[in-house]
């Protein structure tokens, strides 16, 4: 039960895009379609973003979108906009109804 | 609204054992499983262990087998997280989320603190 490995940080003007890996085994990312991520405000609790790979919940907007290769997930922001400044984990299930986060990466809007 | 309240969260000795609750509203409980998920401080999140709807499957991380017991009172609206055993590296938010493999909503979270 290793945790996924993310970019520790990331950065973006706004209006562009920023693209987080991801990276897991074929035990957990490569193995199933069930990745999901969450931003995570400083003192707040985390949101549900992206989940099975590239669905977003109701009222996440458009702007959030989520892919996988192999064993890699990506979680990609367009048009950055300064709430977008935040903390992002990846999660995927990992067999037997376990599920493992990913290490997080701070998003930061220049 | 839906909405998930944690409880029961505070200062414990090494070796000590407490009780969180998670207090659930604005849903039908019965029918999700529910995960508690954990965030050191300044630290990532770190996932805990999840519970089937009728309480028929419990799973652990590694760290926490044989010490945290989940269980949930689907009459009562409730989540649980016994532990036991404690250590400072059990130090955390904890936060209650409902799911599994797309957990939504979460609660705002109770502070465990281990320390002698």
């Known amino acids: 039960q290793s945790a996924l490995t993310q970019p520790p940080s990331a950065s973006g003007s706004p209006g562009q895009s920023v693209t987080i890996s991801c990276s897991g085994t074929s035990s957990d990312i490569g193995g199933y379609n069930y990745v999901s991520w969450y931003q995570q405000h400083p003192g707040k609790a985390p949101k549900l973003m992206i989940y099975e790979v590239s669905k977003r919940p109701s009222g996440v907007p458009d702007r959030f979108s989520g892919s996988k290769s192999g064993n890699t997930a990506s979680l990609t922001v367009s048009g950055l906009q300064a709430e977008d400044e935040a903390d992002y984990y990846c999660?995927?299930?990992?067999?037997?109804?376990?599920?493992?986060f990913g290490t997080g990466t701070k998003v930061t809007v220049l | 609204e839906e909405q998930l309240v944690e409880s029961g969260g505070g200062l414990v000795q090494p070796g000590g054992s407490l009780r969180l609750s998670c207090a659930a509203s604005?849903?039908?409980?019965?029918?999700?499983?529910m995960t508690w998920v954990r965030q050191a401080p300044g630290k990532g999140l770190e996932w805990v262990a999840n519970?089937?709807?009728?309480?028929?499957?419990?799973n652990y991380v590694d760290s926490v087998k044989g010490r945290f017991t989940i269980s949930r009172d689907n009459a009562e609206n409730s989540l649980y997280l016994q532990m036991n055993s404690l250590r400072a590296e059990d130090t955390a938010v904890y936060y209650c989320a409902r799911g599994s493999y797309a957990m939504a909503p979460w609660g705002q979270g109770t502070l465990v603190t281990v320390s002698s």
């Open positions: 999660n995927s299930f990992a067999g037997s109804n376990n599920y493992v």
């Open positions: 519970i089937k709807k009728d309480g028929s499957e419990k």
């Open positions: 604005g849903f039908t409980f019965s029918i999700f499983w």
